[in-house]
T-cell receptor, first 113, second 113 residues
Framework: ELKVEQNPLFLSMQEGKNYTIYCNYS?????LYWYRQDPGKSLESLFV?????AVKQEGRLMASLDTKARLSTLHITAAVHDLSATYFC?????????????FGEGTQLTVNP | NAGVTQTPKFQVLKTGQSMTLQCAQD?????MSWYRQDPGMGLRLIHY???????DQGEVPNGYNVSRSTTEDFPLRLLSAAPSQTSVYFC????????????FGPGTRLTVL
């Protein structure tokens, strides 16, 4: 059974600070996604990481994937209030009749002025 | 393109009632799936489909039925609602089949009394 663990689950940080969210998973996979969810809203795709060593950056967010360590990170640089949301990683793994996404529990990020 | 649409947005049921959550997409995606989101548990896969006429179970399929008669539609049926099915339900789709980035609908918030 695939398990996906995120930490921390709750993160309160000040504007301007840097921090990293970690996503560990238990089974081999070469594809990982990061999503953002605002309260009461749906999930918005942030990054698609397709291979070992993949690094993607968008604004103040940068995601990376290490398939050998089964670890992905989401790094926040100089946080701003608009980044407050819940962030999910999801691991794509091949099942008998297709592929399935298994989600982490989510990291609730609050950026304080 | 409307993307992935879901109806209704909100629903209140009494225990034992049945209902169908509707999901449609206009992107010609082969892969469609249903998730439920509960506090502190991320998203969990209920059922998925890799194409018209083909469905399979996810992590938490009990109490739910699906069918896929067309590429566009993937309804989720609750045969006899239980309070444990109170949750937010998201439908998602992707292309190409099985391993594409998934796009999520706006969600249906269901309460079972």
């Amino acid at each position: 059974e695939l398990k996906v663990e995120q930490n921390p689950l709750f993160l309160s940080m000040q504007e301007g600070k840097n921090y990293t969210i970690y996503c560990n998973y238990s089974t081999t996979s070469d594809r990982l996604y990061w999503y953002r969810q605002d309260p009461g809203k749906s999930l918005e795709s942030l990054f698609v990481l397709l291979s070992n060593g993949a690094v993607k950056q968008e604004g103040r967010l940068m995601a990376s994937l290490d398939t050998k360590a089964r670890l992905s990170t989401l790094h926040i640089t100089a946080a701003v209030h608009d980044l407050s949301a819940t962030y999910f990683c999801a691991v794509d793994w091949v099942w008998t009749s297709g592929s399935r996404l298994t989600f982490g529990e989510g990291t609730q990020l609050t950026v304080n002025p | 393109n409307a993307g992935v649409t879901q109806t209704p947005k909100f629903q209140v049921l009494k225990t034992g009632q049945s209902m169908t959550l509707q999901c449609a997409q206009d992107m010609n995606h082969e892969y469609m799936s249903w998730y439920r989101q509960d506090p502190g548990m991320g998203l969990r896969l209920i059922h998925y489909s890799v194409g018209a006429g083909i469905t399979d179970q996810g992590e938490v399929p009990n109490g739910y039925n699906v069918s896929r008669s067309t590429t566009e539609d993937f309804p989720l049926r609750l045969l006899s609602a239980a309070p444990s099915q109170t949750s937010v339900y998201f439908c998602a789709s992707s292309y190409p089949a099985a391993r594409g980035e998934q796009f999520f609908g706006p969600g249906t918030r269901l309460t079972v009394l």
